[in-house]
């Protein structure tokens, strides 16, 4: 490695990774939609398990939508950080002299892209499948909007815990579960609460502070956690 | 010289044979606590105007919680003293902690749940404390998940030590979000500033088996601790001299009848 490339920019290394990983996604376009379609056919069966009567449907269609978002972002989740543990690249980006946090935001703001986002506008039409009433359509965008990418951010430090393991995928959701339940309550009670006409600019806040912490402190745990699972 | 101790403890041989004298007193403390508070709260504490006899359950429940939730801080800051200081013994500490915090949130779910039946007429109720308390049990689950999945000792430690860290941000924002979510739980009733709403004659004995509580618990992740060291230490000399001694005195107490082991 020459003197140049050793001293490349921490936010030239973020750009390019994230442009690297961008393009990765668009070449595996089966594994991008595989969340979507979960997030589909899960809100599917719950007519058909539940009641299929619009009145039922409309009360509790805000807090399904939150929690079929939650479990397919999880299913994605053990992807995050496995294919580059796998072909070597994840310590290549261990050993670089730039800061592992912004390597780490990168990928999980790639991972936000291809998947909180999509499901976040794909969102609407599950609340028309739900009867959702009309005053809970922009909320729950907001919302998932926010919560997602908090999702995204905290599953990242599972992903990076497990990353090591081979059957890492149930224990990763095992884990990262209970650390969703904040961004779960808020979101789906914002829908609720909006959905009854009140004004949710309280929850709103608390989603945008759960993000703010995230941002800040999950690349740290989750670059301490690849350190760790890299050794073993 | 004041600070010698401090940096023993990170030895667990050290540790090892320095909690021996320990544990006799640490038993008897913990024994005697527990007779005073359990007979005290059961028979002599008075009954509760609103909820009979009832109530008497709280001095099993509140000292199970209230370990349930300090031993995750243990667990998590004896993981953070691994990290830090890379010393094993924190690591061992911290594995002891956390089965034993499991053992007591359960306790702390199944008697707030068998007070509830006959108070609120129900088992289960997804009620603020509880529902944090469930979520703290599920974290605990997720952390002894965790340390045994890698086949690598180290690795496990210091993912666990991680993960716990991870979770004692989330500990209070869980508490704080299914507060403000849906609540039917008591408040607090004792408060350490200002008055407790709580009648002295149930306080007392309510006191007591806190104290007993944490007694026992740090006898047993004391002994879980030192059944830790002696797993993870089993191929040093020092184990193996403490086993050959431990046989050779066994072999000798067989003809003496009576003979005491220790």
């Given amino acids: 490695m020459t003197e140049a490339t050793l001293q490349t920019g921490t936010f030239a290394v973020f750009w390019a990774t994230l442009r690297r990983d961008l393009l990765l996604a668009v070449r595996h376009r089966a594994e991008m939609v595989n969340p979507l379609v979960f997030f589909l056919i899960a809100i599917t069966l719950i007519p058909l398990g539940v009641s299929p009567e619009s009145k039922t449907l409309a009360a509790i269609a805000p807090g399904l939508i939150w929690v079929m978002a939650l479990l397919a972002t999880l299913l994605s989740l053990d992807g995050l950080f496995r294919s580059d543990f796998e072909d070597g690249s994840l310590e290549q980006m261990l050993i670089g002299p730039q800061p592992l946090y912004f390597t780490v935001l990168a990928k999980v703001m790639v991972h936000w892209l291809v998947t909180g986002l999509p499901l976040t506008l794909m969102s609407p039409l599950l609340g028309v499948m739900l009867a959702l009433p009309s005053g809970g359509y922009g909320p729950l965008c907001i919302t998932l909007l926010l919560g997602t990418a908090s999702m995204s951010l905290i599953g990242a430090v599972g992903a990076a815990l497990t990353v090591a393991l081979r059957k890492g995928g149930l224990l990763l959701s095992l884990i990262v579960m209970p650390l969703y339940v904040p961004v779960l309550i808020f979101g789906a009670s914002a829908v609720h609460n909006a959905v009854l006409g009140s004004v949710i600019n309280s929850q709103l806040a608390v989603l945008g502070a759960f993000l703010a912490l995230a941002v800040v402190l999950a690349p740290l745990a989750a670059a301490g956690a690849l350190r760790v699972s890299s050794d073993g | ?262």
């Fill in chain 2, 1 to 262: 010289m004041a600070w010698q101790w401090f940096h023993r403890l990170g030895s667990p041989r050290w540790f090892y044979e320095k909690t021996q004298a320990w544990l006799p007193w640490l038993t008897v403390v913990t024994l005697t606590l527990l007779i005073v508070g359990t007979v005290w709260g059961l028979a002599f504490a008075p009954v509760d105007a609103k909820q009979g006899n009832s109530y008497r359950i709280i001095y099993i429940h509140v000292p199970a919680a209230f370990l349930a939730l300090a031993g995750y801080y243990i667990m998590a800051i004896s993981g953070a003293v691994g990290l830090i200081w890379k010393m094993k013994l924190p690591y061992m500490v911290m594995k002891s902690a956390a089965p034993i915090g499991a053992a007591l949130t359960f306790i702390s779910l199944v008697t707030g749940s068998i007070w509830g039946k006959p108070t609120w007429g129900t088992w289960w109720e997804w009620d603020a404390r509880i529902t944090s308390m469930l979520i703290l049990f599920f974290l605990y689950l997720g952390i002894m998940a965790l340390q045994q999945a890698f086949h690598s000792r180290d690795t496990g430690d210091k993912a666990g030590a991680i993960l716990a860290l991870v979770g004692t941000v989330n500990i209070p924002i869980i508490y704080k979000s299914v507060d403000w979510w849906y609540t039917l739980h008591q408040p607090a009733s004792i408060k350490f500033v200002g008055e407790s709403t709580i009648h002295a004659s149930m306080l007392y004995p309510l006191l007591a088996m806190v104290i007993a509580f944490y007694c026992f618990y740090a006898l047993v992740l004391l002994l879980y601790t030192r059944a830790e060291i002696l797993r993870r230490e089993s191929r040093t000399q020092w184990v193996s001299d403490l086993v050959a001694q431990q046989v050779s005195s066994d072999n000798k107490d067989i003809p003496v009848k009576g003979g005491s082991t220790i």
